[in-house]
């Protein structure tokens, strides 16, 4: 694996993304930043769970052969044990983060995808962005319709207090000897395609395979500059976001 990797903050504030890789393995999160005035009954931020989260991710996957599932299960368990004494862990508006992440397992190049933290791979030349998209079917987005509906059957998942969420992502193996390359993008990265249309998923994967990652978050950064009010009224989400960008090349 030749791994390349960009990030950059909403301006203005911390970012909460965190990316990490390794030999044979790579990941995103994408802390989900907490609405204002809402009581998370937690006394640590998104980037205190991001980094948590991302370390003790980072430290099974250096040293364990269980399944990605079985790895990000283990890693939101002890994640949850590290602040149970001085948190409510079942508030269901505690701390989240998407996950992304790519792993060499044998022959196999294992996937996982957990909220809006897509991965793009190309597979002998076809591209194949892997979406986990529950969060676009949500049937209200308001604070209290989003905080019923986590980590919720019929809802969205994501990975905060609850290990079985792990469980509920899309996830899948493919043949390593047939991936040429791999993004994995948090969602203010992949709004190069989705929000913005700037290219299709095959162009995104061209461009930061030649111009590299950082290429494609400046884009993001132009475009969201340069969208005008009645543009961002059509759209859900942040006129900024954090955005990350990683480039994997087998």
């Given at each position: 694996?030749?791994?390349?990797?960009?990030t950059?903050?909403?301006?203005?504030?911390?970012?909460?993304?965190?990316?990490?890789?390794?030999?044979?393995?790579?990941?995103?999160?994408?802390?989900?930043?907490?609405?204002?005035?809402?009581?998370?009954?937690?006394?640590?931020?998104?980037?205190?769970?991001?980094?948590?989260?991302?370390?003790?991710?980072?430290?099974?996957?250096?040293?364990?052969?269980e399944?990605?599932?079985?790895?990000?299960?283990?890693?939101?368990?002890?994640?949850?044990a590290?602040h149970?004494?001085?948190?409510?862990?079942?508030?269901?508006?505690?701390?989240?983060?998407?996950?992304?992440?790519?792993?060499?397992?044998?022959?196999?190049?294992?996937?996982?995808?957990?909220?809006?933290?897509?991965?793009?791979?190309?597979?002998?030349?076809?591209?194949?962005?892997?979406?986990?998209?529950?969060?676009?079917?949500?049937?209200?987005?308001?604070?209290?319709?989003?905080?019923?509906?986590r980590n919720?059957?019929?809802?969205?998942?994501?990975?905060?207090?609850?290990?079985?969420?792990a469980?509920?992502?899309?996830?899948?193996?493919?043949?390593?000897g047939?991936?040429?390359?791999?993004?994995?993008?948090?969602?203010?990265?992949?709004?190069?395609?989705?929000?913005?249309?700037?290219?299709d998923?095959?162009?995104?994967?061209?461009?930061?395979?030649?111009?590299?990652?950082?290429?494609?978050?400046?884009?993001?950064?132009?475009?969201?500059?340069?969208?005008?009010?009645?543009?961002?009224?059509?759209?859900?989400?942040?006129?900024?976001?954090?955005?990350?960008?990683?480039?994997?090349?087998?």
């Amino acid at each position: 694996m030749q791994v390349s990797c960009a990030t950059i903050a909403t301006p203005g504030r911390v970012n909460e993304d965190y990316a990490v890789t390794g030999p044979d393995w790579a990941f995103v999160l994408d802390g989900a930043t907490a609405a204002s005035g809402v009581d998370s009954g937690c006394v640590h931020d998104v980037r205190w769970l991001v980094r948590r989260l991302g370390g003790e991710l980072a430290q099974r996957l250096a040293v364990s052969d269980e399944t990605a599932p079985d790895v990000l299960a283990e890693a939101i368990q002890a994640t949850g044990a590290a602040h149970a004494d001085t948190c409510d862990l079942r508030n269901p508006s505690s701390p989240s983060t998407t996950v992304a992440l790519l792993r060499l397992r044998g022959d196999d190049l294992e996937y996982l995808v957990l909220a809006d933290s897509p991965i793009v791979l190309d597979v002998a030349g076809e591209i194949r962005p892997i979406i986990d998209d529950r969060l676009e079917h949500l049937p209200s987005y308001t604070v209290e319709a989003v905080r019923e509906l986590r980590n919720r059957p019929g809802g969205f998942w994501v990975a905060s207090t609850e290990p079985a969420a792990a469980y509920q992502s899309v996830r899948d193996v493919v043949p390593v000897g047939e991936v040429r390359r791999a993004a994995l993008l948090s969602d203010g990265a992949s709004r190069y395609v989705e929000r913005f249309g700037l290219a299709d998923w095959a162009g995104l994967m061209d461009l930061v395979d030649q111009a590299g990652p950082a290429e494609l978050l400046r884009r993001v950064r132009a475009a969201e500059q340069t969208e005008t009010p009645e543009e961002r009224s059509r759209h859900r989400g942040k006129p900024h976001d954090d955005a990350t960008a990683l480039f994997v090349r087998f």
